[in-house]
């Protein structure tokens, strides 16, 4: 049963700094992996998607890698502002099933 | 223009009643999915429906029951409602091409008293 997980849980950084998320997932057989933003009280706005053949995604400032043979992904974000202020969601699009399953997310917040 | 739209957005109701959450997505999907968030904020799948029929049903209480009248709509639930169902719901739609991006719905938080 694929398990996703996310590190760190929470993550304060000045407003400017380079910044990188982590999430790994026990079952390399996924379809692609999806990072999605949560503000809070709202819905998930989605990032990027990375397919499974994929190494990279790149949107903006943002890029999100993919290893899949070490069952990892990172989403690096630039110069970070605190409008990025949210919990930060990857999810991983199980491979014999339809179902997207999500990490734990990191709550993020950028101090001005 | 919403692509996921989910009704009502915010629901109260006592314990014991009977309520329901409607989904429409507007994209042309095949499959749509109904997410619980607890209050650890941990989402889980609930059900997922491809083209009308059930093809997902995790660990979830017979009192949960998702109708889907077509492909674009999949409605949710709730018979006897119970404290520990008191959570966000959200509801997703995906293309059935093999490498495609899921949509989310806003959610919809319900608060059973």
């Known amino acids: 049963k694929q398990e996703v997980t996310q590190i760190p849980a929470a993550l304060s950084v000045p407003e400017g700094e380079n910044l990188v998320l982590n999430c790994s997932f026990t079952d390399s057989a996924i379809y692609n992996l999806q990072w999605f933003r949560q503000d809070p009280g709202k819905g998930l706005t989605s990032l990027l998607l990375?397919?499974?053949?994929?190494r990279e995604q790149t949107s903006g400032r943002l890029n999100a890698s993919l290893d899949k043979s070490s069952g990892r992904s990172t989403l690096y974000i630039a110069a970070s502002q605190p409008g990025d202020s949210a919990t930060y969601l990857c999810a991983a699009r199980d491979f014999y099933g339809q179902n997207f399953v999500f990490g734990p997310g990191t709550r993020l917040s950028v101090l001005p | 223009d919403t692509a996921v739209s989910q009704t009502p957005k915010y629901l109260v109701t006592q314990m014991g009643n009977d309520k329901s959450i409607k989904c429409e997505q507007n994209l042309g999907h095949d499959t749509m999915y109904w997410y619980k968030q607890d209050s650890k904020k941990f989402l889980k799948i609930m059900f997922s429906y491809n083209n009308k029929e059930l093809i997902i049903n995790e660990t979830v209480p017979n009192r949960f029951s998702p109708k889907s009248p077509d492909k674009a709509h999949l409605n949710l639930h709730i018979n006897s409602l119970e404290l520990g169902d008191s959570a966000v719901y959200f509801c997703?739609?995906?293309?059935?091409?093999?490498?495609?991006?899921?949509?989310f719905g806003q959610g919809t938080r319900l608060t059973v008293v």
């Open positions: 990375i397919q499974s053949s994929q």
């Open positions: 997703a739609s995906r293309s059935d091409r093999m490498n495609t991006e899921a949509f």
